[in-house]
């Protein structure tokens, strides 16, 4: 009787320790247990793995000797490497790579989980990624940490972030690095998950969250550039938009001189041939009626009258008893009379 009273909680002890009554693990963590060659082991190459998801740890795993636990979130995580103090680092952890003539520096966001798609349908496999993951990364020190990720991303991820884009911006411009955001985004995204897929990580996103900071001298640099860009770019469009419509109205504003000159000098013409025409119809009419030997004489006449009448010259006819008196100065010219004889002159006296 003494030997079954105790052979029932050995049972449910074994039972219990094989169920696990441990530290629950949540869902939204993941906890994978690696069984090492040994206490002192300083690698899990020679090791197995067993995830523990939405259940209990076996009780006292983590002070078993040989066991090692590490404990991964689930979900998408945000990690971000800024000049402000982050969550994963309290310095300044902004990307800083070298261009063509400068030195850049930005923040970069980067979002991955892992895959819960593989945790679901072969944990297994899994298992099997996630322990490759922390030998390649050399995390073996990482023991009993409750967020590996974070401390993961803190330490490590920086430098694997900064790789392609360094590789992307050193033999461009700093202008064609900004312009060519989407471009790096793209090209780290891709990078992140060629490199950590086989891990079980997946990269959802990856992307520079800030201006591309230069050095003053530089700045100066790249605004000098932007500046003589644009001039060109203007001086183009001057050439194919502007100067055609120039040559277009210069061409008509000819063409419209000409034609009005041509117009003025038909009307010219034209003056000059109606006076003609005019005057050789009064010349036959003065010849009809003075003949053509007093019509010269009639002209030269008329001609000397206009003249006359047109200058500054005027012509009075008075009697012979006037006599005309031209004063400087006055518009108006008047005649004074003769002075009249006396008495004695009328009747011939002669006074001393």
């Given amino acids: 009787m003494k030997i079954k009273s105790l052979a029932a909680p050995a049972l449910l002890g074994a039972v219990l320790l094989l169920a696990g009554c441990g530290e629950p693990v949540p869902q939204n963590k993941l906890a994978l247990a690696v069984r090492t060659l040994g206490e002192r082991s300083t690698t899990n190459a020679a090791s197995s793995a067993e995830i523990y998801w939405a259940r209990r740890l076996p009780v006292g795993i983590s002070l078993r000797p040989g066991v090692r636990l590490f404990k991964f979130p689930l979900g998408l995580q945000d990690y971000g490497f800024t000049r402000k103090p982050s969550y994963e680092s309290r310095r300044n952890e902004a990307i ?11 923040d970069v966001n980067i979002q991955l989980a892992i895959d819960d798609e593989l945790l679901r ?10 322990l490759m993951f ?44 900004m312009r060519s955001k ?9 990078r992140m998950n060629e490199r950590f897929g086989k891990y079980g990580l997946v990269f959802k996103s990856a992307a520079i969250t800030s201006p591309i900071d230069l050095p003053a001298d530089q700045k100066e640099r790249m605004n000098q550039i932007v500046k003589q ?12 938009a ?27 013409t034209e003056a000059f041939r109606i006076v003609a025409g005019a005057q050789q119809a009064r010349r036959q009419l003065f010849t009809g009626m003075v003949g053509e030997a007093d019509y010269i004489t009639l002209e030269q006449m008329m001609t000397t009258v206009t003249s006359l009448e047109s200058g500054r010259t005027r012509v009075y006819v008075v009697p012979k008893s006037l006599t005309y008196v031209n004063l400087p100065g006055e ?18 006296e002669v006074r001393p």
């Fill in 229 to 240: 860009e644009y001039a060109n770019k203007a001086l183009v469009r001057r050439e194919e």
């Fill in 331 to 348: 518009d108006e010219r008047k005649p004074a009379e003769a002075p009249k004889p006396n008495a004695a002159a009328r009747r011939g």
């Fill in 96 to 106: 800083e790579t070298d261009c063509v003539g400068g030195h850049l520096s930005f």
């Fill in 134 to 177: 922390l030998n390649d990364q050399q995390m073996s020190s990482y023991n009993g940490e409750q967020d590996m990720l974070a401390r993961w991303a803190g330490e490590k991820l920086r430098q694997y972030v900064r790789e392609p884009l360094s590789q992307y911006t050193l033999s461009k411009q700093a202008i064609d690095v």
């Fill in 242 to 268: 502007y100067m055609p419509l120039q040559t277009e109205l210069t061409r008509i504003e000819q063409a419209g001189l000409t034609k009005c000159q041509d117009e003025k000098n038909r009307g010219t």
């Fill in 121 to 130: 349908t072969n944990a297994t496999e899994l298992e099997g990624r996630l």
């Fill in 182 to 190: 989407q471009e790096m985004n793209d090209i780290l995204l891709k």
